[in-house]
């Protein structure tokens, strides 16, 4: 004891990787739980800059053990290049570990990831074409590979056959592109074997006897809860369990384990790719703040759509994921924005609703009731006492604390460690 898991809120991008880095000095262990290489954050340290797609931002901590665990699926090749990238900036990566259970993305599951999208037309999800989806299917499937598959030559090649044979059936007929050349695969396979093997570990065991032994464990997820395969905006979600459950189901960490449960919410919306957005602000204030926070995705470099807060959406988010604290992000970005809103309820079908609405069409459907709330104009940014905080922020910081139900207890005013409130101590001591 005791886990505490750090999710995101909202449609990704919140901000987590600034808070796990945050929270990352007094735990033992971070551990990623969800996603792949869809996901990405920047950040910014004495080391240099590095943008994280798949390695726990603890890695920055020599004391911390960075796991991927077996709910990731992962890019080897996208991997030994974070990997590599980190160690030329001389940061230790003996400390990192992936899950023999982990799956691995391999490239037909980017080349289907593509060539679905391109099949879907219109109706395409916007996914980052980094092969989530087709990975993810083919676990559930029962045809993945493992890694800790990579590390048994003859157990490799007996999986490897069948779903090469699937695949290339699938790529040749259905897509009319190339088959998959199992010896090629075969050999690159056993190749990202080689070169992973000291970070190939089985990390269930070592996370529960870190917990029996009272260490802190960081449960880092990735995306956001709207992007939930189950609870978020299906079918324009992404392929895995973000919410903090699957922290639970794919680390066999006991729910009661987990004594914290911190969700990270923007002071605005954003979302990447398709599906409904109802807060979406389509005019010069959504332009401004995409380009004055740098709206723009760090795995794929698309501008993200932006809009303002949806409390339906925030409070939903808290009601699933059962959120013990919140840490608010990116509030300095409203900061001259005058007024401000929230959403607090949609009209659709001609009804008014509280509740983040069930059904996809009505979602669609629904337009925004906004709360406007008075802007400010003194800079909230860099500041690192809630009492400097000007009365309009502080009075948005508290509607927002009232929407989700929980309390805020960080408040990020700027990228920089430092730029932080600390309104109450999170955790982990
Ligand atoms: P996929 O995860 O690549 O399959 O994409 C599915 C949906 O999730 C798309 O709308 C993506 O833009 C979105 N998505 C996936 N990862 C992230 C992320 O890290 N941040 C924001 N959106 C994401």
């Not at 729910?255 to 969700?263: D, K, Q």
Request: charged share 25%.
């Amino acid at each position: 004891m005791p886990a505490y898991g750090i999710v995101g809120a909202q449609w990704g991008d919140e901000g987590k990787g600034k808070v796990v880095d945050f929270l990352a000095d007094d735990a033992d262990i971070v551990v990623r739980y969800s996603g792949g290489s869809n996901a990405g954050h920047t950040v910014i340290n004495e080391k240099g800059e590095f943008a994280l797609h798949l390695v726990p931002s603890g890695i920055f901590r020599p004391h911390v053990d960075a796991v991927i665990g077996p709910g990731v699926v992962v890019e080897p090749e996208a991997l030994l290049d974070e990997l590599s990238d980190l160690q030329e900036k001389g940061v230790d990566t003996s400390r990192l570990f992936v899950s023999d259970h982990a799956h691995v993305v391999m490239p037909y599951h980017v080349t289907l990831d593509r060539l679905e999208e391109e099949a879907r037309g219109s109706k395409a999800i916007g996914t980052t074409g980094r092969g989530i989806g087709p990975a993810y299917v083919d676990k559930v499937a029962r045809v993945g590979i493992r890694f800790g598959d990579l590390l048994d030559e003859a157990y490799l090649a007996s999986r490897l056959e069948g779903v090469v044979a699937q695949k290339s059936r699938i790529l040749t007929k259905a897509f009319d592109a190339p088959p998959v050349d199992f010896d090629d695969l075969y050999e690159r396979a056993l190749r990202w074997g080689e070169a992973l093997r000291p970070h190939i570990a089985s990390v269930e065991q070592r996370i529960l006897d870190a917990l029996a032994r009272g260490a802190r464990v960081v449960l880092e997820g990735a995306q956001g809860a709207m992007l939930d395969l189950d609870h978020g905006t299906y079918p324009y979600v992404t392929s895995s369990s973000v919410s903090i459950g699957g922290a639970c189901t794919v680390l066999g960490v006991p729910p009661r384990e987990i004594v914290g449960i911190i969700g990270v919410f923007k002071a605005y919306s954003t979302r990447v790719g398709a599906g409904p957005m109802p807060t979406e602000l389509d005019d010069a204030v959504g332009r401004d703040i995409r380009e004055r926070a740098w709206e723009y995705g760090t795995t794929t470099g698309r501008p993200r759509r932006v809009g303002w807060f949806d409390g339906l959406a925030a409070r939903y988010s808290a009601t699933i994921n059962g959120f013990t604290s919140a840490v608010l992000t990116r509030l300095d970005v409203l900061d001259g924005i005058d007024p401000v809103k929230i959403c607090t309820a949609y009209d659709a079908d001609g009804e008014r609703t509280h509740r983040f609405p069930s059904s996809p069409g009505q979602l669609e459907r629904a337009t925004p009731v906004w709360e406007e709330m008075p802007g400010w104009s003194a800079p909230t940014a860099g500041i690192t006492n809630v009492k400097q905080l000007p009365p309009e922020a502080a009075a948005y910081v508290r509607r927002i604390e009232e929407i989700i139900g929980c309390p805020i207890d960080l408040i990020s005013t700027g990228p920089r460690r430092a730029e932080s409130i600390v309104v109450r101590p999170i955790i982990l001591r």
